[in-house]
């Protein structure tokens, strides 16, 4: 098992942690809606940073606060496509906080929606629509079913998870864990499918996040520095048991809400 478990005192921890930001975020709305917005723009570098490694989160950093070279094609048509990605893969999660305000519910047309505010600007011709041919994942043994297959199983699968989680209704120490395991469900079911021809893992990673947001919950940001767990925790799951990814988003999101907590510590003292 390469993946990690927290101990017992450590999903305390995670659990009178999120109650207790939770509790301060309703308390202050401007500071809960300022670490939403951290929160978004690390996801959207460090989510990009994973899938790419030939640009580093540092020029992220740049591209994100639209910093530099005003004409990013000048250094390279690349980093031009990971410029127009980035921006597009952060109004993409502002745009999901929208949707999970209004609760709507996982479908074929959200996923959709979701790539073409990543490669409207890249990939114009390419986007919102699934995958025409077969692929393979390159590093895993894993094999994404044949294209025709797809919709099916993303509908079948969508269907269950809105089911469960939307009849979920104020989170407790109870269930918590619950919406983190459809948060796994969900990210494992869109990285697995593979549905696109590109951007399946932030796609993946973004609807992961959605199962959260909807409950009120923060953003789980997965550090570039924890790709190969994430990558082994993902390859080790299965439909049948996405434990790996589940113990491996406990540990990230605890790692997320200890980022944030002094944060809010700032904010009550100047209350």
């Given at each position: 098992?390469?993946?990690?478990?927290?101990?017992?005192?450590?999903?305390?921890?995670?659990?009178?942690?999120?109650?207790?930001?939770?509790?301060?975020?309703?308390?202050?709305?401007?500071?809960?809606?300022?670490?939403?917005?951290?929160?978004?723009?690390?996801?959207?570098?460090?989510?990009?940073?994973?899938?790419?490694?030939?640009?580093?989160?540092?020029?992220?950093?740049?591209?994100?606060?639209?910093?530099?070279?005003?004409?990013?094609?000048?250094?390279?048509?690349?980093?031009?496509?990971?410029?127009?990605?980035?921006?597009?893969?952060?109004?993409?999660?502002?745009?999901?906080?929208?949707?999970?305000?209004?609760?709507?519910?996982?479908?074929?047309?959200?996923?959709?929606?979701?790539?073409?505010?990543?490669?409207?600007?890249?990939?114009?011709?390419?986007?919102?629509?699934?995958?025409?041919?077969?692929?393979?994942?390159?590093?895993?043994?894993?094999?994404?079913?044949?294209?025709?297959?797809?919709?099916?199983?993303?509908?079948?699968?969508?269907?269950?998870?809105?089911?469960?989680?939307?009849?979920?209704?104020?989170?407790?120490?109870?269930?918590?864990?619950?919406?983190?395991?459809?948060?796994?469900?969900?990210?494992?079911?869109?990285?697995?499918?593979?549905?696109?021809?590109?951007?399946?893992?932030?796609?993946?990673?973004?609807?992961?996040?959605?199962?959260?947001?909807?409950?009120?919950?923060?953003?789980?940001?997965?550090?570039?520095?924890?790709?190969?767990?994430?990558?082994?925790?993902?390859e080790e799951s299965t439909f049948a048991d996405p434990d790996?990814?589940?113990?491996?988003?406990?540990?990230?999101?605890?790692?997320?809400?200890?980022?944030?907590?002094?944060?809010?510590?700032?904010?009550?003292?100047?209350?």
């Amino acid at each position: 098992m390469s993946y990690v478990v927290l101990t017992k005192r450590e999903r305390e921890e995670l659990v009178g942690l999120f109650f207790k930001l939770k509790s301060k975020g309703e308390r202050f709305p401007d500071a809960r809606k300022e670490a939403l917005t951290a929160l978004r723009c690390l996801k959207a570098v460090h989510s990009n940073a994973i899938e790419d490694s030939r640009v580093d989160r540092i020029f992220l950093q740049v591209l994100l606060h639209h910093e530099g070279n005003p004409d990013k094609s000048a250094i390279s048509q690349h980093y031009n496509n990971a410029s127009n990605e980035l921006k597009g893969q952060e109004e993409m999660l502002r745009w999901l906080e929208d949707q999970a305000g209004q609760r709507e519910e996982f479908s074929l047309s959200m996923l959709q929606d979701m790539h073409r505010y990543i490669f409207q600007k890249s990939a114009p011709n390419a986007v919102g629509r699934f995958r025409q041919v077969d692929v393979r994942i390159s590093g895993m043994a894993h094999r994404p079913p044949h294209h025709s297959k797809v919709q099916e199983l993303l509908y079948q699968h969508l269907e269950t998870i809105n089911l469960r989680l939307f009849t979920i209704e104020s989170i407790t120490p109870t269930n918590f864990f619950e919406v983190l395991r459809l948060s796994a469900e969900v990210h494992y079911l869109v990285a697995s499918i593979h549905p696109f021809q590109d951007g399946n893992g932030r796609i993946a990673r973004a609807a992961g996040d959605y199962a959260m947001l909807v409950h009120g919950f923060y953003y789980d940001v997965i550090m570039t520095d924890y790709r190969d767990m994430y990558l082994d925790a993902l390859e080790e799951s299965t439909f049948a048991d996405p434990d790996p990814l589940l113990h491996f988003i406990e540990y990230s999101y605890l790692e997320t809400l200890r980022r944030i907590s002094g944060f809010f510590e700032l904010v009550q003292e100047n209350k």
